[in-house]
C-alpha cells in the first residue's frame, strides 16, 4: 500500500523523466550525414566526353576559378590524381582527362605518341574555350605538359612537370627500369594480346619502350614557367632531370627527398603544396650572384 508521499513521487516520475528526454533529444547534436566520396574518374555528374582525331576523349571538370589541367601517367586514369584534384579544386577549375587508350578514352587505330596525347590535350582546351591554363603533368604526363609548353605556348600560363623523360634510353632511365618496362610488354599473355584490352595494354606498354624522342635544345622554346619535379629515388636519371631544368629559360628545380616516383601519391600534402606554391607565387628568375649578395647584406644589416 502507498502512502501520500509515495503517491506524489510515483506521479512526477514521468514528468521528470519526460523532461530529461527532452533535455536529450533537443541538446544533443543531431548525426552528421554522410560523407559523400566523389569518385573521381567515374563520375557521371562532372564527366563529359568530345571527340578529337576520330576518338572519343573522356574527362571531368571540378571546382572554379583559374584552369589548371591535370594529366596522368602511363597505363593511368583521373583516378590516379584524386588527391590532387581534391586539393586543387577548392581554388581552380579543375580539367582531367583520360588519355588515348586508356581509362574511359577511346582507342586509337594506330600506336601512341606523346606528340598525339599533347594534341588531345590541345583541342580539349580549344573545345573549352579555357584560355591559358596552368598545367600539372606526372610521368607520361609530365612529358606531354612540356609538348604543350613547346607547342602549344598560348594555351600555358605555368607548367609543373613531375618526373618526365626525353627519350626512353638508358640515358634517361636507369637499366632496372627499362627491364621493369620491358617486362610489362612480355607479361601480356599472347592470347590476350588479341582481345581489345590486350591490344590496349600492349599499346601503352610498347609506348614506354618506344617513345618519347624529344632534343633537348626543344626544350628553350618554352616561354612559360616551369618547375621540374622528381624524387631522389626516381625512375628517372637525375641528371636527366637537371638536364631537363637547364634547357627551360624560365625554370625551377625541386627533389622531393626520400621519395620516389610515386610521391604525388605517397605524400600529396607535401606534393601539393609545392605545386601551388608554385602557381600562386609571381614568377621571380634569380641571379645566382646578385641574388646572394642581396640577401647576404640583409642578413648582416639585421645583425648590427
Not at 547534436?29 to 563520375?43: E, I
Not at 584560355?131 to 610521368?139: E, N, Q, R, T
Not at 594555351?155 to 626525353?166: C, E, G, Q, S, Y
Request: one cysteine or more.
Amino acid at each position: 500500500m502507498l502512502d501520500s508521499r509515495s503517491i506524489v513521487l510515483s506521479k512526477s516520475i514521468p514528468i521528470v523523466l519526460s523532461a530529461v528526454f527532452l533535455q536529450c533529444t533537443v541538446g544533443a547534436q543531431a548525426p552528421a550525414p554522410p560523407k559523400t566520396v566523389v569518385k573521381y574518374g567515374s563520375n557521371p555528374a562532372a564527366g563529359r566526353t568530345f571527340t578529337h582525331d576520330g576518338i572519343k576523349l573522356y574527362y571531368e571538370v571540378y571546382g572554379t576559378g583559374e584552369p589548371l589541367l591535370l594529366v596522368h601517367g602511363n597505363g593511368g586514369n583521373i583516378a590516379d590524381l584524386s588527391a590532387q584534384i581534391d586539393h586543387f579544386r577548392k581554388r581552380y577549375k579543375v580539367i582531367a582527362m583520360d588519355s588515348r587508350d586508356q581509362g574511359k578514352s577511346g582507342d586509337s587505330v594506330d600506336k601512341i605518341t606523346y606528340e598525339k596525347m599533347a594534341g588531345d590535350l590541345a583541342a580539349l582546351l580549344d573545345h573549352l574555350q579555357t584560355g591559358p591554363v596552368y598545367v600539372l603533368g606526372w610521368s607520361d604526363g609530365g612529358i606531354e605538359a612540356l609538348l604543350l609548353g613547346i607547342r602549344s605556348p598560348g594555351n600555358v600560363k605555368k607548367i609543373v612537370t613531375m618526373a618526365a623523360n626525353l627519350n626512353p634510353g638508358d640515358g634517361a632511365l636507369y637499366p632496372e627500369v627499362l627491364a621493369f618496362a620491358k617486362s610489362l610488354a612480355d607479361a601480356i599473355p599472347a592470347a590476350a594480346k588479341e582481345t581489345p584490352q590486350g591490344k590496349r595494354e600492349l599499346k601503352v606498354a610498347q609506348m614506354l619502350l618506344d617513345e618519347p624522342h624529344i632534343d633537348p635544345r626543344a626544350l628553350e622554346a618554352i616561354t612559360a614557367p616551369t618547375l621540374v619535379l622528381a624524387s631522389d629515388h626516381d625512375l628517372i636519371r637525375d641528371e636527366h632531370t637537371l638536364e631537363i631544368y637547364h634547357h627551360i629559360p624560365n625554370s625551377q628545380l625541386c627533389i622531393f627527398p626520400n621519395a620516389t616516383h610515386m610521391v604525388p601519391y605517397d605524400d600529396p600534402v607535401l606534393f601539393d603544396a609545392t605545386v601551388e606554391r608554385f602557381f600562386r607565387a609571381p614568377f621571380v628568375k634569380k641571379n645566382r650572384i646578385q641574388d646572394f649578395l642581396k640577401s647576404y647584406e640583409a642578413m648582416k644589416a639585421s645583425q648590427r
